[in-house]
């Protein structure tokens, strides 16, 4: 069990240390984790809690980045889940509420969460950890509009005077960015932004898999790769670009480049084959390179894919274009070795 008596003791230790979370949460700093709906933040975050609890740590935890801090308690602020939710995802993550964690690990169910509250669960408490999920709880609380960037910036202000460590968890919006104005990342110490890159079922389970982008003024940038496995929960994480390579994007790239090689015979000499673009809107494309079969992928993911891998693409001689049309957007892909021709969309 760990033995705390207050933040004071914490600070004055000679076996304190600067993180929580090395490279990822700084002692005393705001942080946020930012996703879509049911994308695995809160899994993260309590992972972090269930290791945090245990008196013996792995010497590696999460992202190859090992956890210093000798004293740890956690205070948890749920506006969505229940103490019975919070106990079944403690089991499935491997941890327990037992009498060691009692002391380590406090849980709130809080929907509305004012300062003046949380200022008296963190004196009750003295944590070293305050997990708020989710972060729009805290600010219907105090009257904060997330659309504005001062409020969010005096949030911020007003979390880094309980000299602690926050951790808040937020939505994305449709279009993939953290809801609200742009100071609900600015504001923060560190961020941390995870975007599902595709789907695969391996022997009867779910894999998914996610990039987690780490960045802010606390932290060094970083991108990693993660994959959570379910229903068993297990999670596995690499910085190895590698892995987008071995899967979606390498099926792309082959199929892209095979369109081309069989059309290219057929063509008159001097010309580029009209028939080697792969045209139509994400869902098309997705489906026409046997994207969706093979890996479950939908239009965000490879929109997001295509996106985060250009330099990749053209440095193989892989070119894509997004055009609007009406309603939808229409993307067209097509391999070029001599790098002559531009896309059809700009022919419609």
Same mark, same amino acid.
């Given at each position: 069990?760990?033995?705390?008596?207050?933040?004071?003791?914490?600070?004055?230790?000679?076996?304190?240390?600067?993180?929580?979370?090395?490279?990822?949460?700084?002692?005393? %700093?705001?942080?946020?984790?930012?996703?879509?709906?049911? @994308?695995?933040?809160?899994?993260? &975050?309590? *992972?972090?809690?269930?290791?945090?609890?245990?008196? @013996? @740590?792995?010497?590696?935890?999460?992202?190859?980045?090992?956890?210093?801090?000798?004293?740890?308690?956690?205070?948890?602020?749920? %506006?969505?889940?229940?103490?019975? #939710?919070? &106990?079944?995802?403690?089991?499935?993550?491997?941890?327990?509420?037992?009498?060691? %964690?009692? /002391?380590?690990?406090?849980?709130?169910?809080? !929907?509305?969460?004012?300062?003046?509250?949380?200022?008296?669960? +963190?004196? =009750?408490?003295?944590?070293?950890?305050?997990?708020? /999920?989710?972060?729009?709880?805290? =600010?219907?609380?105090?009257g904060l509009d997330v659309n504005s960037y001062a409020d969010l910036n005096?949030?911020?202000?007003?979390?880094?005077?309980?000299?602690?460590?926050?951790?808040?968890?937020?939505?994305?919006?449709?279009?993939?960015?953290?809801?609200?104005?742009?100071? &609900?990342?600015?504001?923060?110490?560190? @961020?941390?932004?995870?975007l599902e890159t595709y789907r695969e079922s391996i022997d009867d389970e779910?894999?998914?898999?996610?990039?987690?982008?780490?960045?802010?003024?606390?932290?060094?940038?970083?991108?990693?790769?993660?994959?959570?496995?379910?229903?068993?929960?297990?999670?596995?994480?690499?910085?190895?670009?590698?892995?987008?390579?071995?899967? !979606?994007?390498?099926?792309?790239?082959?199929?892209?480049?095979?369109?081309?090689?069989?059309?290219?015979?057929?063509?008159?000499?001097?010309?580029?084959?009209?028939? &080697?673009?792969?045209?139509?809107?994400?869902?098309?494309? $997705?489906?026409?390179?046997?994207?969706?079969?093979?890996? *479950?992928?939908? !239009?965000?993911?490879?929109?997001? =894919?295509?996106? $985060?891998?250009?330099?990749?693409?053209? %440095?193989?001689?892989?070119?894509? *274009? +997004?055009?609007?049309?009406?309603?939808?957007?229409?993307?067209?892909?097509?391999?070029?070795?001599?790098?002559?021709? #531009?896309?059809?969309?700009?022919?419609?």
């Amino acid at each position: 069990m760990y033995e705390i008596s207050n933040v004071k003791d914490i600070k004055s230790s000679k076996k304190s240390t600067k993180w929580i979370w090395t490279q990822f949460l700084k002692e005393k %700093s705001v942080n946020i984790l930012v996703a879509e709906q049911s @994308r695995g933040k809160s899994q993260l &975050a309590l *992972q972090l809690c269930v290791e945090l609890m245990k008196s @013996r @740590r792995k010497q590696r935890f999460l992202l190859n980045a090992p956890i210093y801090s000798k004293f740890a308690k956690v205070l948890y602020i749920s %506006s969505e889940m229940s103490e019975e #939710t919070i &106990a079944e995802r403690f089991k499935e993550l491997g941890g327990n509420r037992c009498k060691r %964690s009692e /002391d380590n690990f406090n849980f709130v169910y809080c !929907p509305i969460l004012e300062f003046h509250r949380l200022e008296s669960y +963190i004196d =009750l408490v003295k944590p070293n950890l305050v997990v708020i /999920d989710i972060f729009d709880c805290l =600010l219907r609380g105090n009257g904060l509009d997330v659309n504005s960037y001062a409020d969010l910036n005096d949030c911020a202000a007003k979390l880094r005077k309980f000299d602690t460590t926050f951790l808040l968890i937020h939505h994305m919006n449709k279009n993939r960015n953290a809801m609200g104005s742009v100071g &609900a990342l600015s504001a923060m110490d560190s @961020r941390m932004e995870m975007l599902e890159t595709y789907r695969e079922s391996i022997d009867d389970e779910m894999v998914i898999h996610q990039s987690i982008h780490v960045y802010g003024k606390a932290v060094m940038d970083r991108t990693v790769q993660v994959k959570f496995t379910y229903p068993s929960f297990e999670m596995d994480y690499t910085e190895e670009e590698e892995e987008l390579l071995e899967k !979606p994007l390498g099926r792309l790239m082959e199929r892209v480049i095979r369109k081309y090689m069989d059309v290219k015979e057929s063509s008159e000499e001097g010309q580029y084959p009209e028939e &080697a673009h792969i045209t139509g809107t994400y869902q098309e494309v $997705a489906a026409k390179l046997g994207m969706i079969d093979k890996y *479950q992928f939908s !239009p965000k993911a490879l929109a997001n =894919l295509l996106a $985060a891998n250009r330099e990749v693409l053209e %440095s193989n001689y892989i070119y894509f *274009q +997004i055009k609007r049309k009406e309603k939808c957007r229409v993307v067209d892909i097509w391999h070029d070795p001599e790098q002559k021709e #531009t896309t059809i969309l700009e022919e419609e």
